[in-house]
Structures are given as structure tokens and as C-alpha cells.
């Protein structure tokens, strides 16, 4: 099969291409040429920003791709772009979403109003009514300064071409080597330092959340790229069970032998810097039973040896900054009142 990948060359993308490539596929890359990474040789690669899409329209048609893989659609212009980049020259595209389009994101954000949604979301469960979530400045600091980002926009120009059969992939909270947020440094930086104790919001330590390892999630996507059966269809992504943060901490602790104390405190004991804003108690447990009855998906890679890896990159490339000597000197004024 012939695939073309738009992006691919941060956290989970290159996971995605080395496996597509060990898979047998022609795979050619589409990127900027900012983040030149080691990919297997037979990987073509064309450089050109998204905005430069409708100049290489005959590229791409020369390649004739199978499938088309934007891994970087992140608003309705990228996606659109996109589409009429590759519009009769593929017969499929398959596009990267986010477990933020539900409602009960909005809910957790504080983003939407509402009850708390039930568990686990499916892919049929409400999605956001109001777009544009990060506007406000809230939710991921990574993608704040986008003020069109919305993966609602992107899914409803991906699945509504008749003329190119869409994919969606609705992704967790992704961990491992190369992620961007390093999600568990917060943690493994206090363990790290020798804290005598992690303190957490009690609501957040009860609330259950879906993850996946990055390259569990890029089997996934492989999948859903090369099985036309995938034609049409949405599919959450993410572990078969979903931790409680407590639970999950204390998976990381068990994995550095740290012997301090976890302890779990309502959010008005706790530092500024450790409470929650938006409605805490709504959990984000998703159910991906589809794509695992449908593409056959399974987890190649276990929980415990997923995390080792994590955390040995983390230490091994730890990110600037981290807690700062007041925040901990917040943290030790509580403690002291135990």
C-alpha cells in the first residue's frame, strides 16, 4: 500500500511510519524539514509547509497514494487543506482527533456546563456544542495560542467528503518517548528530588482517565491506515482499562522505589499550584471495544515495560524547568500542618 503521512515527524508520527515501513508500505512523508528524525531509509520525504499543499498537488499525484495520514490537522483550515490537496488522488484519509471533542471534556474543563457525563464514553457518546476551547486560555498550554484549533472542525471536513472515504481516530492522553508535555515529569521530578511526599486533589486522585503508549497508539493507527474497513468510522483509542490518578501514580512509584507518601487532600488544602480548575469529578474512562472487534487492535506492548521506557526517557531528556523552589516551599507548608 501506498501512504502518504502529512507530518510524522514528532512524538507519535515517526512511531507510525517506522511501522507502516516494517509493515512493507511505501510511505512518503509531507513536513516542514524542521524536525528531521531517524526513519527507516526506503521513507520518501517531501518538504513544504501546509499552507504550500496546493503546489504539490502533482507530487502527489505521481505518488499515488492509497491512504492519505494528516497526523497534524490540529483546525478546520489544516484539514480543509488537506482535503483538496489530495482530492482524486487518494481514496481514503485517515486523520488524528483527540478525546476533547466529547462533552465530557467540556465538562471537565469547565469549558461546557452540564451534568457529569457517564462512563465509559463511546464513540456515540455527545460531543462538544461549542467550539474553540482553548480560546479562553484554558486546557492545554501546548495548544493555547492556536485560537482555531478545534478537532470537532477537522472531523466533520474528514468525514463529510463524498468523494474521499474519512477515518477518525480519537486519541487519550498519550505517554512516552518524545512527548512534548512530558506528562510524567511533574511526578518523576518530585521523585527524582527526593520529596518526602506527592500530594494530589482527592476528587483527582478517584477520577479515572484513558492513556495509551505511543507506540500501542501507532499500531492502532497503522491499523485503521492499511484495513479499508475503517472506511466511515470513528475510533477511540486507549488502554482496555483506565487507571484512577492515584492508581497511576502509584504504578510510577512502584517502577523508581521512591518511599514517599502519596497523599490525597481535599482542594482547599492544597497550594494554588495543585488544584484543579473546571469540574474535577468528571472522569474521561473511554471504551475502544471497536476498534479491537473491528481491526483486531490489541496492545502490543504491556502497561509496567511501557512506563519503564517513559520514565528512562524522561530522565534521559527531562524537559526545562519543573517545580520551583517556592512551589515546593507551598508544598512543605501543608505537609507541616499534618
Known sequence: MRVLVIGGTQFIGPFVVRRLARMGHDVTIFHRGEHEVDLPEGVRHLHGARAEMGQFTGEFRALAPDVV??????????????????????????????????????????????????MPITEDSPVRTKL??????????????????????????????????????????????????????????RIDDGRPAILLDEVVARRRFARSYVDNVAAAVALAVTDDRAAGR?????????????????????????????????SERLPEHLRSSGNPAQEMDAASSRI??????REEIARDDALARTIDWERSDPPAGGPTPEEYAAEDDVLAQQ
Open 69 to 118: 495520514l494528516d497526523m497534524r490537522a490540529m483546525t478546520g483550515y489544516d484539514a480543509q487543506v488537506t482535503i483538496d490537496a489530495v482530492r482524486g488522488t487518494a481514496r481514503r484519509l485517515v486523520a488524528i482527533s483527540s478525546m476533547d471533542v466529547y462533552h465530557a471534556y467540556g465538562v471537565l474543563t469547565g469549558f461546557e456546563g452540564g451534568d457529569i457525563e457517564p
Open 132 to 189: 474553540y476551547l482553548y480560546r479562553a486560555g484554558g486546557g492545554s498550554p501546548r495548544l493555547a495560542d492556536n485560537a482555531n484549533y478545534d478537532k470537532l472542525n477537522v472531523e466533520r471536513l474528514v468525514l463529510g467528503q463524498p468523494d474521499l472515504a474519512g477515518t477518525v481516530l480519537r486519541l487519550p492522553v498519550v505517554y512516552g518517548p518524545g512527548d512534548a508535555q512530558h506528562r510524567l515529569w511533574p511526578y518523576l521530578k
Open 234 to 266: 470513528i475510533y477511540n483509542v486507549s488502554e482496555p482499562e483506565a487507571l484512577t490518578e492515584l492508581d497511576w501514580l502509584q504504578l510510577i512509584v512502584a517502577q523508581t522505589g521512591w518511599s514517599g507518601q502519596i497523599l490525597a487532600l481535599p
Open 292 to 297: 479491537r472487534h473491528e481491526l483486531g487492535f
